[in-house]
């Protein structure tokens, strides 16, 4: 009996790994503010540890700047935006478009990379934000980057972008 409940135990714990995907610990974040978003990163790729967790910013978020995680290197690629936009009275016309940090978490447990972004008003309020996460592994890769087409659930997709709802920011220019 003891052998049947670790094996029945065991499945479940490696059904419910091959059904997770990379999320946001943040469910909203405010426009024309900057946000703190943490990307969970619930397991590894088929057994193996993952090495490397990429963060595609999508236009719309700028000045993006990654949290130093302890035991991993991180590294930012940068580039032109689409447009320019306005931050705190200076123009920037190109910034960081991904964020890469290089280390290893073992494929049983679990971990969050953090970066922070302004929402700029080209992200309407109400809409989702997906931002595409790639977790890489020694022999292959968790690719969490479709983006739902309209009317889609997210869900329906096999490796859907994570993402967070843009809200209004209130009167008072906070949401709290």
Avoid at 79 to 101: F, H, K, M, N
């Amino acid at each position: 009996m003891k052998f049947f409940l670790t094996t029945a135990l065991l499945a479940l714990g490696l059904a419910s790994q091959a059904s997770a995907h990379a999320t946001f610990a943040e469910a909203q974040v405010i426009q024309g503010e900057t946000a703190r978003l943490t990307i969970r990163i619930g397991h590894g790729c088929d057994g193996e540890p993952t090495q490397r967790v990429r963060v595609q910013i999508p236009e719309g978020l700028i000045a993006a700047q990654p949290m130093v995680h302890a035991g991993w290197e991180v590294e930012t690629v940068t580039s032109a935006y689409a447009q320019p936009y306005d931050y705190y009275g200076r123009t920037l016309t190109e910034g960081v478009r991904e964020i890469i940090w290089t280390g290893e978490l073992p494929a049983a447990f679990y971990d969050e990379f953090v970066f922070r972004a302004r929402i700029t008003d080209t992200v309407s309020v109400d809409q989702m934000l997906y931002i595409p996460v790639v977790q890489e592994c020694a022999n292959g890769a968790e690719r969490w980057i479709e983006i739902p087409a309209e009317g889609q659930d997210a869900h329906d997709l096999e490796g859907p972008a994570p993402g967070v709802m843009v809200v209004a920011p209130t009167e008072h220019g906070h949401s709290h």
